[in-house]
């Protein structure tokens, strides 16, 4: 499955500049998260390939030695776990940084030999304990985290209803800590095309480090309904471009063709028509304000 160019250009840690609205934790966190994304891509067959490309991306560097701007996100996220004082001085408290870097011990082998045999199409041995592992030297807390790691580390015995709560968790996830990742279109694709986002699980995911966005996760059930599971994540990044102000790549403008047409068909339907939306636009704000 081929990645799109414009949001892969556009990964989290692009430049040293990006790095610098992170924290340590949020390093760990975000590095957790993504092995996660890849622990549920490598059980899929047709996203399998995604994950061992990612995989290969990943672990073609010999060691976490420096920042690289072409590297994976997860290359980087781990470069800065594991880095020196120098590595520490790019994140956004540098002293902080220093003090729990102090105090962690990545169990990196672990790490290397997990994603060495998923870059291989191999099956991974003790990814369960690596994740428990993970957990604990990382400091990752969250009750849902833990909940869709039991769910994707056991896929092959577990029930469709605990697959689609626990894939829905980890988009929750992702969409407020990975939105700009290399990943995330992948997952989002994968979810898209399995069906596996349901609107039965609410999103519990904490505002704190969630970056600015135009529409929350409750809404997306709505956008879906205008563009369709498909091109979901396009039409975010759409709405996010469009609001900064940036070039809007053609692969992501043309997320939005069902909701022009169904502007397109609107505005030929006539005046009355118009107003009509007009009216619902009003409505639309006022409930808005009434949340």
Known sequence: MDFIKEITEARMT???????????RDCCERAYLILLVLEMMRKFPKYNNAAKKYARDTSKFSNYDRFR?????LYNFIYFIVG??????????????????????????AVNRYVSKIAQGQEPTAASEMFIKLE???????SNYKRIRRTVTNLDRTSSKDIKEAATKLLYAARARLRSSDIIQSLEALAAERDLETARVKDTTPVISRPDSVIDNTDLVYLQKLVGKNKLFLAIKYIELSQQGKTIPSSVARAFDPAIQLLVDIVKGGPSYVERL??????????????
């Not at 692009?14 to 340590?24: F, G, I, L, V, W």
């Not at 020196?84 to 082998?109: C, F, G, H």
């Not at 007009?278 to 949340?291: G, H, I, T, V």
Request: a positive charge.
């Open 84 to 109: 020196d004082d120098e590595a520490m001085e790019k994140l956004r408290d540098p002293e902080d940084a220093k003090k729990v870097r102090a105090q962690t011990t990545l169990p990196l082998m």
């Open 278 to 291: 007009q009216q619902l636009q009003k409505l639309a704000k006022q409930q808005r304000k009434n949340r």
């Open 136 to 142: 604990s030297v990382l400091r990752i807390n969250s």
């Open 69 to 73: 701007s072409s590297a994976t996100d």
């Open 14 to 24: 692009r430049t040293e500049s990006n790095t610098r609205r992170y924290s340590y």
